[in-house]
């Protein structure tokens, strides 16, 4: 059973939903928590462990050998992403632009351009007494997240049953790489805030999840604060409000120290409870 | 001509609200950027009148003809995204997964399969609300290439500032250090660093100041939420000297930011301690952004 956790709008609550939700859920039985946010991970700064795994990510990319070239060319018309360039007798590959297709690389009449691994990231497998928090994170200047966060998910699924809860904690916005995080989830729970920007960013991801076939439900985070436009969006659409949780200024600053809520605030205890039983009905229900 | 690129790494420090501002007190002098094209919310604050759009078009996609297709299978042998799956007897092309790198046309016996340019989103040149223009865009839910579009609309702010003789180029960037983010700073005169003294806002700030530093871009920091935590805004004080970045302001936690964008104005519109503070901040970011 894998539940995404998503947004379209930044800072709207992703990782305190997940590390709260999965640590709440691990009181009772054994979870999975993946840090899937590779651009800017922050779910292992709210979680204590040890680290019991960690290794290197790579992404395969040309590598030219000047020896065997014919300099024929055609690994540079054959190449969609701008990533090869022949310059006179040189060919030159732009690692940050290659989609690692292999396209040049196999279809080199010279085999002169052998596909070679270069690191671009990092993913560590951290244990507490019931949780497994896997986090993987993009060196800087890499651009593409995507091969990463597809590499995460494979390790989950090589390392835990199918039937145990995975939680997802997932980039923001609805672009390639919140789609790579969350098209192989059971359910996608959208955490959004009641302002018109939660609001607007709420409706690109329906359409994004929609789009998928996904299950969806929403959870509203700093529910008091801005209006009830969200509230009543949810409603007209016929969307499920699995749980509220309160704004409170002592929240964020419980947060801001990294600090789980759930212990100490009983509202974020009853709203990880509603949404643990919603997992859990899900997870009974046919789903894998 | 100058730009200065608002980022963040972390969503939900107020980039937008603040940049907005900016476009505010920048008037006429400045062209708007949004480069936050998967979740552009600047319009919501700046009234752009969408006087021109078109398509992007970028990256494209494996489509087979099945007329042709004798099913050899040599297009899901190569592809290295997983994205061509036999379905009911014949193959066919996952939209979600193919990158559209061309591999399989190439390779297909039948030449069944072509390559599709993608529209992946809209771009649009408004006239906003404080008396100039706006160069804002909408990435399709799911699609590739932000970057791309970001590029595009870089491009189109910087044609604007040249034809209209503006000074200042204003873009609102997207969190994360990827390929938005990336594209959205490159040619900047100054970053501007939106935080919070959070244990989140403390590390996405070092990663994505890793970046600006990897392309020599000045940048100078707010801190908003000031006040949230005191031992995190230490921490975060050591780490900004130690980086020789510049402190711009310091904003306390005030949820007049949300008040404001509930009721569709920028907080310089709003609130009259806030105004006080961002016009201070914004002389020193227009400051910064002039020094050699």
């Given at each position: 059973m894998k539940v995404a956790i998503a947004s379209g709008k930044g800072g709207t609550g992703k990782t305190t939903l997940a590390t709260n939700l999965a640590m709440y859920m691990a009181g009772t039985e054994p979870v999975v928590l993946a840090d899937l946010d590779v651009e800017e991970p922050n779910s292992g700064l709210f979680l204590k462990g040890e680290l019991y795994h960690r290794e290197p990510k790579y992404k395969m990319i040309p590598g030219w050998q000047e020896e065997t070239c014919s300099l024929n060319g055609d690994c540079q018309t054959v190449c969609n992403f701008n990533a090869i360039l022949k310059m006179g007798n040189h060919v030159m590959v732009f690692p940050e632009l290659c989609h690692g297709c292999y396209a040049c690389s196999e279809l080199c009449p010279t085999a002169s351009l052998p596909m070679q691994a270069k690191q671009m990231g990092e993913l560590k497998h951290i244990k507490t007494d019931n949780l497994d928090f896997v986090e993987s994170r993009l060196m800087i200047s890499e651009e593409q997240a995507v091969p990463l966060i597809h590499q995460t998910i494979d390790y989950v699924d090589e390392k835990f049953p199918a039937a145990m809860v995975k939680i997802f904690d997932s980039p923001p916005g609805t672009s390639c790489p919140v789609i790579e995080a969350t098209r192989g989830a059971d359910l996608v729970i959208l955490v959004t805030e009641p302002t018109p920007f939660g609001l607007h960013d709420l409706k690109l991801a329906v359409e994004t999840v929609r789009q998928l076939g996904k299950e969806f439900v929403v959870v509203l985070n700093r529910h008091g604060i801005g209006d009830d436009q969200v509230e009543r969006y949810c409603e007209a659409e016929n969307i499920l409000l699995a749980a509220r949780i309160p704004n409170s200024r002592h929240i964020a600053e419980t947060c801001a120290a990294g600090k789980l809520l759930y212990q100490d605030i009983p509202e974020v205890a009853a709203a990880m409870d509603a949404i643990a039983r919603l997992i859990r009905s899900r997870n009974g229900g046919g789903h894998s | 001509m100058k730009e200065i690129v608002v980022i963040s790494g972390k969503g939900g420090t107020g980039k937008t609200s603040l940049t907005a501002s900016f476009a505010v007190l920048g008037g006429q002098n400045l062209v708007v950027a949004d480069c936050d094209v998967d979740a552009a919310d600047m319009h919501l604050l700046l009234?752009?009148?969408?006087?021109h759009g078109e398509d992007f078009f970028s990256g494209e996609l494996a489509v087979i003809d099945q007329a042709k297709c004798s099913a050899c299978g040599q297009c899901e042998d190569v592809c290295r995204f997983d994205a061509i799956d036999m379905i009911e007897g014949c193959y066919s092309v996952d939209e979600i997964g193919c990158e559209g790198c061309g591999y399989c046309a190439r390779v297909c016996p039948d030449e069944a399969i072509t390559n599709v340019k993608q529209n992946v989103g809209q771009w649009y040149r408004s006239a906003i609300r404080t008396g100039t223009t706006m160069i804002h865009a909408q990435l399709k839910v799911g699609a590739d290439n932000s970057g791309k579009l970001v590029a595009k609309v870089k491009k189109m702010a910087t044609e604007v500032a040249g034809n209209e003789g503006k000074y200042w180029i204003l873009v609102d960037g997207s969190p994360g250090v990827g390929c938005p983010v990336i594209s959205s700073l490159s040619g900047a005169s100054l970053a501007v660093l939106v935080t919070e003294p959070t244990v989140s806002g403390l590390h996405d700030l070092r990663r994505v100041h890793q970046l600006v530093k990897m392309f020599r871009i000045k940048s100078g920091c707010v801190i908003n939420k000031a006040d949230l935590n005191s031992d995190v805004r230490r921490d975060l004080h050591r780490f900004l000297k130690e980086e020789g970045i510049p402190v711009l302001a310091e904003i306390p936690y005030n949820e007049q930011f949300t008040a404001a964008v509930t009721n569709g104005k920028t907080i310089v519109e709003w609130d009259a301690d806030l105004e006080q503070l961002v016009r201070g901040c914004w002389e020193k970011v227009t400051q910064l952004a002039d020094d050699r």
């Open positions: - | 009234e752009p009148d969408f006087a």
